[in-house]
């Protein structure tokens, strides 16, 4: 697709589409949603992304859910049933090592279909009260993730439209909290397809070269704006430490967590090594869902502060471009 330069009023107004259409699909997942962590704490995230699982809008939601979906997205691509995408699917998923931030975080994915043609998708994540992990709630004293409840890695929830009353009754079957459970992934789904439906009417209205267009605009014009904020930093290390008391088993064995800020320019790389190998517990944080999505939220919320910024930023891809995080597998 030929990229076409669009005149700064016209960018400006689907850019607010974006971000309405974003703030929409949250509202729809926190108002039909039936737990207080969802509802009341509004324990979720919900965006738009291209077939590159780039961001193209976001939520104004909690912090680790902003960001982490294109992970999410990637670990599906990977792990997806069937292996492709058609009109009708809905996908859930929450592995951990597929991309999510934690299993509790459970993903619902539609994928955006116009004139036949692939052209996004729209995810959302929300934090589950119970996914029939070893005890009710969040628990750390455990030996794997498979004591944290069951796992879903790409797989379709509906195929086609049509949806698998095995898994449903499935997912039923193995949550202490059923029908709150049930029900928010159900609120998920009509957010998911709210986005589906809104990207159509944006891409009716104005044409779908016209809106990839003004997508890469955004993200480059977020991408340049960081990038200006960063170069006002002089370039340096900047090192921290600090500690967790213990993994949650042994306890009084302190873990270190050391950052080496490095900044060259218009880039940051965020490093991670030195900090404590990884443990028995739940305390390993997956580097795609968590770890770079706390990196990028750090920058974010101390160099494009919407309170203290002089221009309003859209929340994108853009964002991330410019920051680099290293942390070495086998830590915590």
Not at 15 to 26: C, F, H, N, Q, Y
Not at 80 to 101: C, F, K, M, R
Not at 150 to 176: H, Q, T
Not at 311 to 329: D, H, L, M, Y
């Amino acid at each position: 697709m030929a990229t076409q330069e669009l005149d700064p009023i016209t960018l400006q107004v689907i850019s607010g589409a974006l971000d309405t259409i974003a703030e929409e699909m949250g509202h729809i997942l926190y108002r039909m949603s039936f737990s207080s962590i969802i509802r009341e704490s509004q324990d979720l995230g919900a965006g738009l992304f291209d077939t590159d699982f780039n961001t193209l809008c976001e939520s104004e939601s909690t912090p680790l859910h902003i960001g982490s979906l294109p992970g999410y997205l990637r670990g599906i691509q990977d792990s997806l049933q069937g292996g492709t995408w058609n009109e009708g699917d809905v996908v859930i998923h929450n592995h951990p090592y597929y991309g999510a931030s934690h299993s509790p975080d459970i993903a619902i994915v539609i994928p955006c279909f116009h004139g036949g043609e692939l052209v996004g998708f729209a995810a959302n994540t929300a934090h589950h009260l119970d996914i029939g992990a070893a005890t009710p709630g969040l628990i750390i004293d455990i030996p794997d993730v498979y004591a944290e409840g069951m796992l879903f890695a790409g797989i379709k929830f509906y195929e086609k439209g049509v949806r698998n009353e095995a898994l449903w009754k499935f997912l039923g079957n193995n949550s202490r909290a059923s029908q709150q459970l049930k029900s928010d992934i159900e609120a998920q789904i009509a957010s998911a397809r709210l986005g589906v439906r809104r990207f159509h009417e944006l891409i009716e209205r104005y044409g779908k070269d016209t809106i990839l267009s003004a997508t890469q605009q955004l993200m480059d014009y977020t991408e340049r704006i960081l990038r200006q904020k960063i170069e006002k930093i002089p370039d340096g290390e900047y090192r921290a430490e600090g500690f967790l008391d213990d993994d949650g088993k042994n306890r009084g064995i302190r873990l270190p967590v050391k950052v080496c800020v490095r900044i060259r320019g218009d880039a940051i790389e965020i490093d991670l090594t030195g900090s404590s190998a990884q443990v028995e517990t739940g305390f390993n944080v997956p580097f795609e869902g968590s770890t770079k999505v706390a990196c990028f939220c750090a920058i974010r919320s101390l160099l494009l502060d919407a309170e203290t910024s002089e221009i309003q930023v859209p929340s994108n891809e853009g964002s991330f471009r410019p920051i680099q995080v290293t942390a070495p597998k086998g830590s915590i």
